[in-house]
């Protein structure tokens, strides 16, 4: 089937040359940068082979952003998941709306980060905002509370975040419950399963594959997100309280003019993702193969 | 029933497939002239001026005048915000093809002079008069004997204030930091807060602490060694005014911009605007009350010293025209800037915005043509102020804490990285000891320094 | 549809939770088309109006009069459409390519299509531009849509192959065995039973090139050749920030994405039910 394997690479090979020229090459770039000490405005640079490296395992700000991707990242995608999960449940019983409701849950994920951002600094603004308001006539607080502020910045970043992207997980996890047969609830239920033993007994199991795959990709968008971030917060006084790897990856690069280091917290950031994610497969691959 | 849907679903697709294709051979060829290259030559000039009257008004006037007199050209002027032009910048420079003609900050001119990527602009300078250029933005880009830069306009920044307040409590303008904590204490009350800083890196991270640093007798670095000075007395001193300060301003302020701050003002929730420049006009007509919409009731304000400092400093914000060493037409760009700066161009150009920009000749700064603008006319206080100022030596650049750190080739890093507003929010916000946080940033910045090979101290 | 089975309390969460679902999604637009709606007086009102006591079309007929919003909102729908049009093309290709002929480093080029993604895009911005710099493509429309299509590749062929997996190989099979060519059975057979996973992938692409920003900033220098996120931010940095010109510009363009997918939605969901994982 020689023919074939020609054929299958002809019709990848579209594909693989837009990847390998757009994608591959600014990554074997930035690898190779980061190798190199060069300021933003030169077009030349020196070598300083693993420098960058090295300092950045000292560099409290290094550890500082990992500390924020690392909570932000944890949790935007437990609150995705949470959320979208329950939003699919929901949207897989009928009832009236359905199908309006099924269109209105996926609102969020339309729409650019940049307005999403305006919106929400809108909405959260302690003086003009509309949460403010209706937290304090409601009694639910006294003062209006500074959702953008220092205290609460990064809590207000997750919940835009979170609001931003659940519905990606609504879509792929309410495709998967629509195709679990029903007998396998009736069974449950005949066993004698209540609602929240059939979720763990049925659901569960049937969507790991699903499940395996939306962890995996939201978690990896997530680390590597930087419009949301730097739309919110990335210029204002407050960016201390949410500077993430990719924040601080960019701050590099595009601020202090540092171009080299830049490119070598992009490159930790990939390898750290690269473990991790080999790591995941490792662990729970072994385990799907055999659902 | 299923065979009927494809059916349909095909001829659908096909139909969409089909027009699709159309749009996007028409988006793609009708681009064909920029891909396989055009007969007209381009000028790329961007700025930082975003208003559209503003735009306009350049489009109108000097690219029209100019295309008149180089029939091969085409000028193509790109408003953008600053954050965006130095995004823009950065990826243009590291590609080798920058703009022909830009806006820049001073504070980032320099590290661009001493890396020799912008070309001396001695024979535009004295075709425009350097006698009539004002003293306050000449020699800014003045560096080894040559000019490197020119100023496309001035637009003084200082504290905007609600007069009719402050002279209802009978107290005087501030003129030291004790005098402003007295004043900010006593116009607060349950229903506005005294002050506003805008929460934004560039403002409170460095536009600012140079200021504090020049009103209280300091400097960013020291003059011989460059050693940065962000744990010396003068900062500390403004650290701890600052903090006491923070009681008197709205309690999520660090979040907000410096527009916000503007709408405050006009909108009665505060009593001073930290940062103002005359944009607060525009605010103040479109927000305020219709019957407070006047300079009785919004005056600007110089800013007060500190205990080791002589007298206050306020930033003067004016970008200036650079061109790139690797720009592909130099000489029209010097061409284009002789046209901007004729009177007939240069007049609307400043009246575009009125007050904000600022002419950087001192005949057009008395002449009364421009004087008669409507808006400089109603606020002529404001424009009054700012003279005032300028003949007192009241303003330094943005970001420089004395004239000579136009020669310090590692502002705009200094400024990117944040150190000092980390700093800040930490002492202002976060409550933190102003010694401690000092002293970090002072360590942040010497590494950084130390990075960017411009150590000279031991 | 299954009848809602027994109990008044089922109901009642599943109405208490709709509603929730429903104000968490709509409910933020909602309040962007109402501050639209109202005079530049009424915006900073406190307490701020859920329904404008005053309600006016003049921030829409200011943007629309007073910016190049028209210009823009052109510009992204040609993009969007031609990366929507070359994204499903080579993908589908590829997905195809990857499914039914078999060739040795198959598997490896899936995970390796899986990594494209774990790079940052802001770091890939500035040799990105480098690149399209020495293609001569900077600022055209074609250096956008080889852009936003190279993104999108690696999760339309994840995608589509996993639908093109789930459609038995008989199917074509009999198609060739009736004298079919294989385009003509691709082209018949294959692509409406994996329209669903098309379109889902089509929505994803649209949905990215429509909303892009950074490329957008980076890569065009022309006024004529702005999209609607880089206008949008242009007025958000414009001397004074009109909030109620922004909120309209966020109607506008948020509106033309909800109904391109309303008009596509029940193929969405449909679809990656029927193609979906493999479980």
Known sequence: MKQRALLGWLLLAPSLLLIGGLVVFPIGYNVWLSLYDKHAFMPVQTFVGLKHYVYFAHDPEFWSSVRYGAIYTGSTLCLQLVLGIGAALLLNEAFVGRGLLRGVVLFPYMIPTIVAVILWKWLLNDSYGLVNHLLVSSHLARAPLAWLGPDYIMWSLIFTSVWQFFPFVVVAYLARLQTIPPELYEAAKVDGAGAWGRFVHVTLPQTRNVLFVIVLLRSIFMFTKFDTVWLMAGEGGVSRYIRTLPVYAYARSFTYLQAGMGAALAVIMFAMLLVISAVYFRLLRDEESTA | MAKRRRSSTISRRRFLADSVTGAAAAAVFGRAPAVLGQQTRELQVWHTEVEPQTVKTIQDTSIAEFEKKFPGFKVKQQALGWGDLNTKLLAALAAGSPPDLTHLNPFMTASLYVKGQIRPMDELIRALGEKDIHEATLKLQYFDGKYYGVTHAMGATYFAERRDLREQKGLKAPETYEDMLKLAAALTDDKRYAVQMPGEKLYMGFVHPAEWLAGNGGSWVDAKTWRPQLNSRAMLESLEYLQKLNKYMPQGWSGQKYLDTLAALSTGKIAMAYLSGARTIGYIERYAPENMRDPEHFQPMLRPHGPSGKVGISALDGENWAVFTQSKYPNESFEFLRLFYKKENYLPYCHSVPIHLSPIFKSMLNDPEYLANPRIKKWKSWHDVMIAGLNQQRFLPIGFSRPEDNLLPFLAELDGSGIVADMVVEVMVGGKNPKAEADRAQKRAEELLTQLGHKRWS | ?279
């Open chain 3, 1 to 279: 549809m299954r009848a809602a089975p027994g109990g008044l309390r089922r109901t009642g969460v599943l109405y208490a939770g709709g509603l929730a679902l429903f104000l968490v999604g709509a409910f933020p637009l909602l309040w962007m088309l109402s501050t639209a709606l109202k005079p530049s007086s009424e915006i900073f009102a406190t307490p701020p109006t859920l329904v404008p006591v005053k309600s006016t079309l003049e921030n829409f007929t200011r943007l629309f009069a007073e910016t190049s919003f028209l210009t823009y909102f052109r510009n992204s729908v040609v993009v969007s459409f031609a990366t929507v049009l070359l994204t499903l093309s080579v993908s589908a290709a590829g997905a195809y390519g990857l499914t039914r002929c078999a060739f040795a480093g198959r598997e490896k080029v899936a995970g390796l299509i899986l990594m494209t993604y774990m790079f940052s895009p802001i770091m890939i911005i500035i040799p990105f531009y480098i690149l399209v710099k020495r293609l001569g493509l900077v600022n055209t429309h074609l250096a956008l849509v080889l852009s936003y299509t190279t993104f999108c590749l690696p999760f339309c062929l994840w995608l589509l192959r996993s639908f093109f997996q789930s459609i038995p190989l008989e199917l074509e099979e009999a198609a060739l065995v009736d004298g079919a060519g294989l385009g003509r059975a691709v082209w018949y057979v294959v692509l409406p039973l994996a329209l669903p996973g098309i379109i889902a992938a089509g929505i994803f692409t649209f949905i990215l090139a429509w909303n892009d920003f950074l490329f957008a900033l980076v890569l065009i220098t022309s006024e004529e050749l702005k999209t609607l996120p880089v206008g949008v931010n242009d007025l958000f940095n414009a001397t004074i920030v009109d909030w109620g010109m922004i909120m309209a510009a966020g109607v506008v363009i948020t509106v033309p994405t909800i109904a391109f997918f309303v008009a596509v939605q029940r193929y969405l969901i449909q679809g990656w039910g029927a193609g979906g994982v493999k479980g």
